[in-house]
């Protein structure tokens, strides 16, 4: 078997979606799998969900039904002028070109129904050794505040909470790198984005424990590792 792999129905089902009901993207459930096992356990309703361009973008920021992959879903091919991935950045890039495309859409849809499966191996990007690439993951999270609060303003509140959720996440990733020069660099690079964005952080509605690692991390990034570590000792019974 190889790595990743689609349903045998999938072209037949979404270009038939796509043509009764005028979409220009069709989104469809994902699994991520370790062995062979693991494919028999999924939990379809085959329920169509129904977006506009805002509504697309709310879904990936809310990290909903679907969030910033690119690879569940088949889009008209005019979504993707003009859009290009970035050259050299080995996190994040999906995203990135993701919510560009979902704005440039009239109507979409997401089915819940996995066509697609994705093989986790130790050796992925996001499963592997952990470099100094890993803060692109935060950066595009950066980038995509900034143009999500300008095109639009009423999900400035969605976006912040991704992007501090992008932060945790990476810090939790940061936890297996190898290199403490990494870890240093990254944390410090992480530290430097909230500090940018530290104002809209606490003018949002994001939860307030949130907001408290947030000014931790703005305030030293090597305290805020140093809080999480402790945080993680504490749920697993270790001494601190």
């Not at 999906?94 to 109507?107: A, C, E, H, P, Q």
């Not at 912040?160 to 990476?170: E, L, M, P, Q, R």
């Not at 990254?186 to 690692?213: N, P, W």
């Not at 990034?221 to 601190?240: C, D, F, P, Q, V």
């Amino acid at each position: 078997m190889g790595d990743d792999f689609i349903g045998s129905s999938l072209l037949e089902y979404a270009l038939d979606n796509i043509d009764k009901s005028d979409l220009d993207a069709f989104i469809f459930r994902f699994k991520a799998f370790r062995s062979q096992e693991d494919l028999y356990h999924n939990h379809d309703t085959d329920k169509l969900f129904f977006y506009d361009d805002k509504g697309a973008v709310s879904e990936i920021l809310k990290g909903g039904k679907f969030r910033g992959s690119c690879w569940n879903r088949i889009c008209k091919r005019q979504l993707y002028e003009q859009v290009k991935f970035p050259v050299g950045r080995k996190y994040g890039e999906d995203i990135y070109v993701t919510y560009f495309i979902m704005s440039k859409l009239n109507k979409c849809a997401f089915c819940d129904k996995t066509f697609y499966y994705y093989r986790i191996r130790s050796s992925s990007a996001m499963h592997g050794k952990i470099s100094a690439n890993v803060f692109y993951r935060v950066k595009t999270y950066e980038e995509m505040v900034l143009w999500v609060t300008e095109k639009y303003p009423d999900l400035s509140h969605a976006a912040y909470n991704a992007f501090c959720t992008a932060v945790i996440d990476t810090t939790v990733m940061l936890k297996n790198a190898e290199n403490p020069e990494v870890v240093k660099t990254v944390s410090a690079q992480i530290s430097g984005s909230v500090r940018k964005h530290f104002r809209g952080i606490m003018k949002s509605s994001v939860k307030k424990s949130v907001k408290v690692y947030m000014m931790i991390y703005a305030l030293h990034s090597r305290l805020y590792l140093l809080t999480m570590k402790a945080r993680s000792k504490i749920k697993t019974g270790e001494n601190i």
